[in-house]
């Protein structure tokens, strides 16, 4: 059985970072690519960023060049590095991993930015 575990969300005044972890246990065959999503209450849920098995990665327009996805292939974990965090990214973080056919996502970290 495949599980996500994310963990670094929290509470964090504007400017600030954190670094959201998703940890990913289980058989595992292959994976396609590791994401990011996130969700604001009353928004839907939208891709922040996304890196494939080769590296190549890309961004939602809002958070380039503030935030940073890495992998850990040795260790199955994906990272968001958030920089100059605003008020507006403010939602529920979400890891997927999509090892073709399935998509796994994890459970939700809550990122709160706010003075």
């Known amino acids: 059985q495949v599980q996500l575990v994310e963990s670094g969300g929290g509470l964090v005044q504007p400017g600030g970072s954190l670094r959201l972890s998703c940890a990913v246990s289980?058989?595992?065959?292959?994976?396609?690519?590791m994401a990011w999503f996130r969700q604001a209450p009353g928004k839907l849920r939208e891709l922040v960023a996304r890196?494939?098995?080769?590296?190549?990665?890309n961004y939602a327009d809002s958070v380039k060049g503030r935030f940073t996805i890495s992998r850990d292939n040795a260790k199955n974990t994906v990272y968001l590095q958030m920089n100059s965090l605003k008020p507006e990214d403010t939602a529920v973080y979400y890891c997927?991993?999509?090892?073709?056919?399935?998509?796994?996502w994890g459970q939700g970290t809550q990122v709160t930015v706010s003075s």
């Open positions: 289980g058989r595992i065959f292959s994976i396609n690519y």
């Open positions: 890196i494939t098995s080769g590296g190549s990665t």
């Open positions: 997927l991993i999509a090892t073709p056919p399935y998509d796994y």
